[in-house]
């Protein structure tokens, strides 16, 4: 098994050709004809995750995050993606084909908040390019105790939440990462969004438009996808060496 076959397994459920224009996802470091020794899937391609990779004999990692995203000015040995070359360790990418993927980090968020919120069956697009998704509560309920329940199952140890809280939600907008700025966009389809990221003037945005905003942190709202990643190349790649690095919130709070 080839680099270029880990590649093309992520390609078949998070093709590479839908991603964002400005994203950069994709086989991104290593040699497509180089041999697997083992994968490590993690969010992000970190100097932990290529020191756990190394220690466990795994010279690919599959991440969400592109580890090639600004223009390189320089490529020193503190830079993950010279540690890599030196290392012999290929990287893939998946980003925003994943975040749009059906069944992708859009879905499994959906999933995950739908065993702690009253939904209905099904999700509906938040954007029309795939990003994102709505989903219906059958029981209205407010943005306070939206927050409340997705801190506890998505185990954030902080979740912040502003905009207009005084109405109940009956449709609420969720996006993996950072997704505030589909606030306006989704502002008549929805009574509240649950993101990532969420900047200062987002709040005064949400208030404007009369709406609730909930900010779980990027990374709480996107680890999931490191299961999913795993599972999905054990079962393309039966007797693949794959670990999963979870590494922790890489933010700490007082
Ligand atoms: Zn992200």
Redesign the pocket.
Known sequence: MTLQDIRSCIDSFAPFATQEKWDNSGLLVGDPRGQITGVLVSLDVSPAAVARASETGCNAIVA??PIIFQPIRTLTAESVPYQLAAKGIGAVCCHTPLDIAPGGINDLLADRLRTVLPCAEGSDLLEPDGCGRILTLTQEMYTADIAAAAKRVLGCTSVRFGGDTTHPVKRLGIC???GSSMLEGCAGDCDCLLTGDVKHDRWYAAQSLRMGLIDCG?YHT?VIAVPYLAERLRSAFPGLSVTEFVEGDPVQYV
């Open positions: 969400h995050h993996s990462g950072a990027h996107e």
